[in-house]
């Protein structure tokens, strides 16, 4: 940085960036149409410098964020000398427009001033439907990317200020909600015009040379302290493989393998060997892969990091052309956020192997995605969530419940809104216990929630994950209980695949269950404080039969729930004595 640059006018405008971007973020829920979008949170925003480089990213979804330098890039060298006041582009395209996936639109609007482009205004949210093969546009069964619905290249939605009729006609024509993702689309030209607001604000304030100049510094900042954080780990090769438990009723598991380069304050992801692109709709674009790969290693920077392009810099992504991490064209994107929340983990089981104080143990692989979609009084009604979500455990601590992976940071869809707004009934929604995985410390308990249908003749599908794989343990922790997908649990129930590709329908009074996967644990079971093993099932969150198979702690029978010290001293004792013996060749 310039020894010339005032560093309390840099952290003044690092701050002022970020309250534009958050600004956006909150605009955008709070005037979007669609549950997907308001409740779940399902979208991000951002400010970008006149290169298309991010200067502060929304408090929303990271998995998304990093991706924006490549949509910006591609947006920038396509329309360069075509870019004027008033003008709003629209793109999704993995293909062309370096988009992640159909439902995930940019809406994004340039900032001029004094007639000279200084910044852009950048939103992305995940839309509730762009047609396709099945409601919600997640088609896991798709073998290309034209099954999954309408494909947008950056196009301009307003040019010069003037509506584009036409080009609203044909999305408004080709989705099924089209109230809902006409009034998200809205919601994102409202947050682009806060952002342009209040970028316009800064530049008519400090005036465009001071704003860019302040701006490269805060880049030049963040590499700066990106390279420290990654100074501190030990140099080294850090391998690890991670699974997708695969397609269809009889899948075939998906490998993920990653080396960790660390050399001295760089770091290099390199992900030879990983599965091709398959033929359905998990296979991630380049972009997304870098995105959550970005993300991971973020989250191990200092807090006061700038969350813009600059972190970004010493951190290098191999990815080999037609893979499954950098899919190549036609291959079907729809349900790419199974994968980019493995990439994440993969990220986080090779740091572990490197700075082990620092990660979490597996958690549930992240968010579950069921979608419905059918007429209900002769409408079209279509209904996605995410559900969240559990962590693994630490070395501090147990893992987290009722909170969304690291990547996404959304939120599970309130109860009483779908009652309200679908024919859709909660049967059950809490926690499963005896699931988190035994450790020193416990991973986080998973969770269930249960869908009845109240009416005929409903497409359903899942993308879930953590079935065959469970959420591995750190350090002689455990792994967290499975996940399960049923219909019409009890008797006679129907047991779903992680990633089904034939649709579901369901029939009125149908229920769908949902058992996400605990998190794993750290260290050893037995080493775990009885105080706490106690505590866990006072709270409900394990069984007495659990406390002693699992951590070696007897309770003592009767209404008063107390620990027997002297047998689970002895218990511990012959649990420790029959683990060595089977050790033994």
Known sequence: MDADLDPILLEVLKNGFDAIADEMALILMRTAHSPIVRDAMDYSTALCDRDGQTLAQGLTTPMHLGSFYDAMRHLIAQYQGRIAPGDVFIGNDPYAASGQHLPDIYIIKPIFHAGALCGWATTLAHHVDVGGLVPGSNSIGATEIHQEGLRLPFLKLFDGGVENETLFTIIATNVRMPDQVLGDLKAQMAACRAGEQGFQALLGRYGADKIARYGDAL??????????????????????????????????????????????????????????????GINAPLSFCKSNVYAA???????????????????????????????????????????????VDCVFGALAKAVPDRVAADGTGGSTLPSFGGRNEGQNFVFSECIMGTWGATSAHDGQEGVPHMASNQANVPIETIEADYPIRIEKYGFLADTGGPGRFRGGVGLTREYRVLVDDVYFGVRSDKNLYPPHGLFGGEPGARSRNLINPGNGERSLPSLPVAPVTLRRDDVFRHEMAGGGGYGDALDRDPALVLEDLLDEKITP?????????????????????????????????????????
């Open 545 to 585: 039969a659990h406390a002693s198979a699992a951590y070696g702690v007897v309770i003592q029978p009767g209404a008063d729930l107390a620990i027997d010290w002297a047998a689970t001293e002895r218990l511990r004792l012959e649990l420790r004595a029959a683990r060595m013996a089977a050790t033994v060749p």
């Open 219 to 280: 880049q030049d900042y963040a590499e700066t302290l990106a390279r420290a954080a990654f100074s501190e780990i030990p140099d080294g090769v850090y391998e690890f493989t991670d699974h997708i438990d695969g397609l269809g009723e009889n899948p075939e598991v998906i490998t993920l393998k990653l080396k960790l380069i660390v050399a001295g304050s760089e770091v290099t992801a390199d992900w030879t060997g990983t599965a091709p692109q398959v033929r359905g």
């Open 297 to 343: 290693l973020r989250s191990i920077m200092p807090l006061d990091a700038p969350n813009c392009h600059g972190f970004s810099r010493p951190i290098h992504v191999v990815a080999p052309p037609g893979t499954l991490v950098n899919a190549l064209y036609p291959a079907p994107c729809g349900a790419r956020g199974i994968t980019g929340y493995r990439i």
